[in-house]
């Protein structure tokens, strides 16, 4: 009997670690990011990966509207057509350049800092969640947390709203490569007229607006 229980006890501790590992996974990755900790990135993020989706995502929302959508009264002119052009490849090519540059281990961690300096030092604004213990600090994260869920025993998605931009959200997702979980793939989304005009405009535009209603409200 007693092996029995003991037997069921350490199953019941598998699952929980087995749960729990890929939500300590995003937390090392978001510390290690605030820290300055390269060596943790580089070995729980596969950069190539999440450069794709990162450029994807960032793209859509840097893409000018679609000129058909916005005018409905007439067919655009040629310097209109021509302007929409550059402006896309202008927007294109400046996400291209910022995701080469800063998604990799170093880089990433310098976002981070160049973000927390312009809160703070420039618009002189202080994250309350600093001073909290960490237990408080989890339960901050997860408030913002809107979707975690295993899509397979190798694949967890969970999207997170922006602590400071409540219209956009991270969704990430990790893959359990051998006995580690690693962060494979970073999509940005936010509203924006170019997005309403797409196909899925209307289910995102829903999705973020769900993301922005707190949990003890639904």
């Not at 929409?84 to 350049?97: A, E, I, Q």
């Not at 359990?176 to 494979?184: I, K």
Request: aromatic letters at 10%; one cysteine or more.
């Amino acid at each position: 009997m007693r092996g029995k229980l003991l037997a069921v006890m350490l199953v019941v501790a598998g699952a929980l670690a087995y749960i729990a590992a890929p939500f300590y996974t995003a937390w090392t990755i978001r510390d290690a990011a605030k820290n300055s900790k390269p060596s943790v990135l580089a070995t729980s993020v596969y950069w190539p990966t999440v450069k794709v989706t990162l450029k994807e995502s960032l793209k859509k929302i840097a893409t000018p509207e679609p000129l058909l959508a916005r005018s409905t009264s007439k067919r655009p002119g040629l310097m209109s057509r021509m302007w929409h052009r550059v402006k896309t490849s202008l927007g294109r090519s400046v996400v291209n350049r910022l995701v080469d540059s800063y998604a990799n281990p170093e880089g990433f961690a310098k976002v981070f800092s160049y973000g927390r300096t312009y809160r703070t030092q420039i618009r002189g604004w202080k994250d309350p969640e600093e001073s909290l213990p960490l237990f408080a600090r989890i339960k901050a994260v997860w408030a913002r947390v809107r979707r975690a869920e295993f899509k397979s025993w190798t694949r967890f998605e969970l999207d997170m709203v922006d602590k400071f931009e409540p219209l956009r959200m991270y969704c990430g997702v990790l893959e359990l490569r051998g006995f580690r979980w690693m962060l494979t793939e970073v999509r940005v989304l936010q509203t924006g007229v170019q997005q309403i005009a797409t196909n899925g405009g209307r289910q995102l535009l829903q999705r973020i607006k769900t993301a922005a209603v707190p949990r003890t409200a639904r």
